[in-house]
T-cell receptor, first 112, second 115 residues
């Protein structure tokens, strides 16, 4: 059975700290790995990764994929209170239609 | 584009009643997905459509749940009869199947409470 596991489930840090969120997966026919941020409503897209070892970066957020070890990390540097959210990892499955399987998320809380 | 539009935003209903959730995908997207989110189980895929055809409904919890997509711009998820354990946020998402840039676009969700 395809699965996506995120760790930690929850994380509380102080503003200015750097955090690393983990995502491991087991899927057949891997297509892509995606990171989403969910605040109060719908998940919003952060990154899509398809190739190993190539870092994607957006401001203070960055992510990298290791297709050999089947995991990805999401780094947030110099955290701010606005980074508080649930971060969801999802894996796209390559078949004739695009299906995405989500992990349960990491709930990140940044203390001022 | 207005994005993926879901209605209603909130629904409170009594156990045993029929509930219908609605979704309008982004124009031009040809895949549509219904997800349910709870604290315990996270985001679960219920069913998805491609070109209005249901492809995989293995996530639909039981016969009380049904989904339709009569055309490219509208889908419904129906629960009949509803039960308290159906209380969750239900998200609809759409994507263009060949879109390799950004994954899905989610609607704002419908928060369902069954009392």
């Amino acid at each position: 059975e395809d699965k996506v596991v995120q760790s930690p489930l929850s994380l509380v840090v102080h503003e200015g700290d750097t955090v690393t969120l983990n995502c491991s997966y087991e899927v057949t026919n891997f297509r892509s790995l995606l990171w989403y941020k969910q605040e109060k409503k719908a998940p919003t897209f952060l990154f899509m990764l398809t190739s190993s070892g190539i870092e994607k970066k957006s401001g203070r957020l960055s992510s990298i994929l290791d297709k050999k070890e089947l995991f990805s990390i999401l780094n947030i540097t110099a955290t701010q209170t606005g980074d508080s959210a649930v971060y969801l990892c999802a894996v796209g499955v390559l078949n004739r239609d695009d299906k995405i399987i989500f992990g349960k998320g990491t709930r990140l809380h940044i203390l001022p | 584009d207005a994005g993926v539009i879901q209605s209603p935003r909130h629904e409170v209903t009594e156990m045993g009643q029929e509930v219908t959730l609605r979704c309008k995908p982004i124009s031009g997207h040809n895949s549509l997905f219904w997800y349910r989110q709870t604290m315990m189980r996270g985001l679960e895929l219920l069913i998805y459509f491609n070109n209005n055809v249901p492809i995989d409904d293995s996530g639909m919890p039981e016969d009380r749940f049904s989904a339709k997509m009569p055309n490219a711009s509208f889908s419904t998820l129906k629960i009949q009869p509803s039960e308290p354990r159906d209380s969750a946020v239900y998200f609809c998402a759409s994507t263009l199947i060949l879109d390799r840039a950004g994954g899905y676009t989610f609607g704002s969700g419908t928060r369902l409470t069954v009392v």
